[in-house]
């Protein structure tokens, strides 16, 4: 296990709404569980007017992200936590010179003795990424006092890029002013336990690894389904949609675990460059009668859901009434290696779902020769199914024989829970990320050929649905499974494992 150094946590955005929501929570989580070196300090940095003792009460005594601990939790141990954070004034903009931010890094830094090892948190918009480490490259805070004294590291938020042109703009522009060593690009989805677990699934189990190919599987399936719409984020949403907003980013890094082969061993380094490899070899869809039988996108629409009217897309507040942004993705697309040569691979994301869940369904091959016939033709797959959320775990549903004479065939459950795990604190993904930043550990973090390989096989598709006439965007109400026509996306399938809330249940309908 790494160890964690002394250090200094500077947050830009720090008065935003993720800095209160997530991060402080997140960092409250990891001292109370011990995480933290001797000396640690965070440093909030935005253009809100506030004082050390402000920010304090803003994201500690009065925060309702944390009153829970703050009510149950002996004052001394509070007030030690909230005696870390402190805060600085960047005036009218991020972009002025940040001589008096680096002046109050310098006195913190002498002060509390964190070796002068710093961590930027950018929680601000993409477009502040450059502005923000030329700033501190120009006041000398991205480069250690010397060889081996004092480390330097940036954190950056997703969205990383609207495009792979602009993907390549914000690397090229962060690489000006840090080594690609010292940057790490935050995907919340890969500090989640069972999306690691992906790895050692396979890796770690001889009764998985040499069935993890062609040979064996029929096609590979993930879900990533929301039961909200949009809420507030119309505005944003509407200039992103599904695909860029969670196809790109979470599921392209989930399929890249599913994908990749075994790296040289555990490090950070060949772990990024097996996942590297595999997003390179996605066939990249150019042909337009391909993209139009390959992809579908829909958006939800008004319905009723448990007796009380919902909002279709179109009504939701910031978004264009005639929007054909996409609330719904779903993409069929192939992999151009040994392994999974001629292997389907069918992804969606939707909001406005009959249920929140996040799962990976591997459908093994039937039998070639069947000795005992199963007549349910809609189940006769082997499937095993890994759940990233909610209800955590993995699911193998195989065959077994009905009590009885003669031999029919029914399907049954081997599962295992992450939840069994009680005596394990199982961190969630922003603790997780945030321990691994301050640890220097890359391995749940973006590398820059990552980012840019998996735009370069989104690209083409948000080209053909934003330019091509005869591209449909299908209505599905609100609280179903998309639209209609969606399960003939996936031929001689039998269509979509539609789950329910545990990871056991799953239905070809819902109750609206």
């Not at 000006?176 to 790490?184: A, W």
Request: contains cysteine.
């Amino acid at each position: 296990m790494n160890s964690t150094s002394n250090q200094l946590l500077v947050i830009f955005g720090a008065s935003g709404d993720l800095t209160a929501r997530k991060l402080i929570p997140a960092l409250y989580n990891l001292y109370a569980d011990g995480h933290f070196p001797e000396n640690f300090v965070v440093l909030g940095a935005s253009r809100s007017n506030l004082s050390d003792e402000d920010f304090r009460k803003r994201v500690v005594y009065e925060s309702e992200f944390l009153k829970d601990e703050v009510k149950s939790r002996d004052k001394e141990f509070i007030k030690k936590f909230a005696d870390m954070m402190f805060y600085t004034d960047l005036g009218d903009d991020y972009d002025s010179e940040y001589s008096g931010l680096a002046k109050r890094i310098n006195e913190l830094n002498s002060e509390h003795k964190t070796d002068d090892n710093f961590t930027f948190y950018l929680s601000t918009p993409p477009s502040l990424y450059e502005p923000i480490a030329k700033n501190l490259y120009d006041q000398g805070l991205t480069k250690g006092s010397g060889s081996d004294k004092g480390f330097r590291r940036i954190v950056v938020e997703k969205p990383f890029g609207y495009s792979l042109e602009t993907a390549k703009e914000l690397n090229a522009g962060l690489q000006k002013y840090f080594k690609e060593r010292q940057i790490y690009r935050i995907d919340h989805y890969l500090g989640k336990e069972t999306v690691q677990n992906l790895m050692v699934t396979r890796f770690s189990n001889s009764i998985f690894e040499p069935l993890w190919n062609r040979n064996y599987i029929h096609h590979v399936e993930i879900t990533n389904a929301e039961t909200v719409g949009v809420e507030k984020r119309g505005g944003y949403y509407d200039k992103s949609g599904a695909l860029r907003d969670m196809f790109q980013s979470h599921l392209l890094q989930i399929v890249s675990l599913i994908v990749m082969e075994p790296p040289i061993n555990a490090s950070a380094e060949e772990i990024h460059n097996e996942k590297v490899k595999a997003l390179k070899s996605l066939r990249i869809m150019r042909d337009e009668k391909e993209l139009f039988d390959h992809t579908m996108k829909g958006q939800y629409i008004a319905s009723s859901i448990n007796g009380k009217r919902v909002k279709g897309y179109r009504e939701e507040e910031g978004v264009d009434p005639e929007s054909k942004t996409e609330t719904y993705a779903a993409v069929k697309f192939f992999v151009d290696n040994w392994r999974w040569k001629d292997v389907p691979f069918y992804v969606r994301t939707a909001k406005r779902m009959p249920t929140k869940v996040t799962e990976v369904v591997i459908h093994f091959k039937t039998q070639h020769h069947q000795v005992f016939k199963n007549q349910d033709i809609n189940n006769k797959d082997n499937k095993l199914i890994i759940r990233i959320q909610p209800d955590e775990g993995i699911l193998i549903k195989f065959g077994v024989k009905v009590p009885g004479q003669g031999f029919k065939v029914e399907r049954a459950n081997l599962d295992f829970y992450y939840s069994s795990l009680s005596d394990n604190n199982i961190m969630d993904a922003y603790e997780r990320l945030l321990l691994d930043a301050m640890q220097g550990d890359t391995t749940l973090y973006a590398r820059a050929d990552e980012v840019e390989a998996a735009w370069a096989f989104v690209d083409p598709i948000l080209e053909y649905w934003a330019k091509d006439v005869n591209v449909n965007t299908y209505g599905y109400p609100a609280g179903t499974w998309g639209p209609k026509n969606s399960d003939d996306l996936i031929e001689d399938a039998n269509g979509w494992r539609n789950p329910g809330e545990l990871l056991t249940d799953e239905t070809g309908y819902c109750i609206i």
